[in-house]
């Protein structure tokens, strides 16, 4: 126990000498567990039947739903109430913040039917545009692009009411779980899809028409700066009209980039400048090299088959 | 609690509303939650002492193996009849759905000893592809490749079988544990090895050969077209034949589109057409270009460094 | 209960006749489940208060440390004497090895305070290079980023101590999460950072200077080879020097391989050879083609609008 004391002596004194990593004594955050049994709640609402582990019947869904917003309304409204009391709205006295809470929690829960239209426009469009896909019920239960869309819109609603660390805590959960990084931030039009969704980023200023279709690994981003700090809060991230198709790996970087409507942005393309509607961008033929084996050279020794 | 009860009946007005993405009164689909729990004791199966918290002894090995075996056989066969009943093979009387189930389920555990004879050749390329790999026990206990292809070859066996939905959960959820998403249906050669795994998609009529070597971020797909509906069911993914190894980040597309035996695909490439046996695939030198920052122009100057 | 015997006797003689993949009566391995438990304390000690339920007070800290230090001692020694055993360090006589493990530990656990001095030019580096960054606790509470370098630096403790399974098994976790797989042996200077990090791999020799910023999908990675057996323990990944930015999807092969103090790599280059000091890495704007849609000739007309 002596080792222990010695180690516990050593660890405490770096928690009062390196600052800025741990946090003691400061304002109580909002819990990553709680947001997360929320976040997994309001997936049950928003598709009752298919996140719970027996089907539900039309005689007990009102009792269930009730039951269910009762929990969450409650949970939910204490995590808001911490994001409040770690970034107050300026706006707001101090004292009315519980208030506020609530008032945000019930808004937010209010916005559930509308999230559900918008939704159903975005199931249609994953099995209008996937041919694996064997049914409408195949894309709910196993895509991971239902979790992860359902997510960004719930999150980009108390994104718009400004809380705090709750909506990054969300879609973070579902980045973990799907490999999509959809920031809470960016604006996203009905008939949504991405296939596959590992390593698809979109950042917090991106703003994406109705029926957009991406692929995996589609990075849509900001360009890299020194001067970060005049960048907080400036549109950073590319605008991508309507009926857009974007496939795996490519990279579209700038807040003044603009894909026009109707446009195929080709594979592994990086792009830092806008297109004219209906374009297709490609990489040149020339570009690429078959070689044949036995006729190898230096360059192609290089891979060492 | 009227607030609670204002917004229930906003949302089950909606859930009568707003179709096709709540299960109501519907068939009871398999379980997204016993499904992974039947898939993590399949993986005890294939791995004895492997996925378990203490090592296993021959002595018991008998007791253990037929204890798991009755549990998965019971667990299984519900899930399987659920998706019977939810797809019903064309062929078959209704009323004999439940012993078509057992019978699927049996024939299916009864694949595991040749299932294990595969993943064998598959722990072999990982170790003698890997020069990271210490040990062919640091393979089985760390690599997620272990997981995703034992995974994705179970799958494989039901999807066979015409057995809906369940496969692709399979697959999902490994998919969210590795970042690589193996379609079920891909049919995959001995000697298979994927390093890294992040970001690699092999879609659903993809064909791979023995001894291929994938690394993270390769996407065997599928042309993106507006004729969706026809082409489900039909060969979109590529043929990728022996001893090819294809490095990250490379997209290949296309059903028609043949990887010659013993060829290598560089990273980055996308490539829509095939290839003849023993090519090499990179890029042109002179596509990129090296700057030095004090010279930079315009062009260069994009980044803001 | 006939029919399971008998799929136990079939799988059980597979046991016998496939070897290389079950562990039965072999040594005791490394726990993955034990392993997952540890790494979660030891991120709880590294920033007390932010991967707990519930704040933590001043006046608590001391107490809940210690205990905490108590249980993480006990428990990875466990861990450690079984990674021990099943591969000694050759100098150390085989009953040594319990109070080798318990040394180890302690000293590992000592470097604590040392790693959180690291850490925090992390979480500076995080806010600094990320303008979607809203503050530093944003930062620690939802950004993948600290939980995958926080639990490579501890791997990499342990790698530098020649503990066997381990540290691969830990970073794994954070793989599994994250999507980002930094191999522990990778030697990461100050102030790194990682924005997205879905798909963002680091080889085990990989060197990286302080002040590296990469984005998701970079690969630091090896030449692959057909004599794998020759390259274990060498270098084989490349050197990244001080004040590089790699751009999302930019691979870079190869142990030669040093991209120069103050570099930007381009998004998706992919690059086998060392660059100067200062470089910047693009594509040639040539390598892109812009169509328009109404005048798509056969290339174009392979996207099937």
Not at 145 to 150: G, H, K, N, S
Request: hydrophobic residues 40%.
């Amino acid at each position: 126990m002596e080792t222990v004391t010695q180690l516990t002596n050593e660890l405490v004194a770096s928690y009062a000498r390196v600052g800025g990593i741990n946090h003691l004594d400061g304002k109580n955050l909002p819990s990553n567990h709680a947001i997360t049994a929320i976040t997994q709640d309001l997936l049950r609402l928003l598709f009752p039947g298919f996140f719970d582990d027996k089907p539900i019947h039309s005689s007990e869904i009102k009792v269930i739903t009730a039951e269910l917003l009762d929990s969450v309304l409650g949970a939910l409204e204490d995590e808001i109430y911490k994001a409040l009391e770690y970034n107050p709205p300026p706006e707001l006295p101090k004292k009315n913040l519980r208030s506020a809470a609530h008032g945000l929690t019930v808004e937010f829960l209010d916005s559930l039917p509308r999230l559900r239209e918008v939704l159903q426009t975005d199931m249609v469009a994953a099995y209008d545009g996937d041919p694996a896909a064997k049914s409408k019920e195949e894309v709910l239960v196993s895509y991971p692009f239902v979790e992860a869309i359902a997510v960004q819109r719930l999150a980009h609603e108390l994104y718009l009411k400004n809380v705090a660390l709750i909506p990054r805590i969300m879609t973070e959960w579902a980045h973990s779980r799907t490999g999509m990084d959809l920031h809470p931030g960016a604006q996203i039009g009905s008939h949504f899809f991405v296939d596959h969704c590992t390593g698809t980023v979109v950042g917090e200023t991106a703003i994406i028409g109705d029926h957009v279709k991406l692929y995996h690994g589609v990075t849509l981003g900001a360009k890299s700066t020194s001067a970060v700090e005049q960048l907080r809060g400036k549109k950073r991230h590319p605008t991508i009209e309507d009926r857009v198709t974007i496939y795996p790996g490519a990279t579209i970087l700038g807040g003044d980039t603009v894909i026009g409507a109707g446009s195929t942005i080709g594979g592994n393309v990086f792009l830092m400048e806008s297109v004219a509607p209906n374009s297709i961008v490609i990489y040149d033929a020339p570009r690429m090299r078959v070689l044949n084996k036995s006729d190898r050279k230096k360059k192609a020794a290089d891979f060492q088959i």
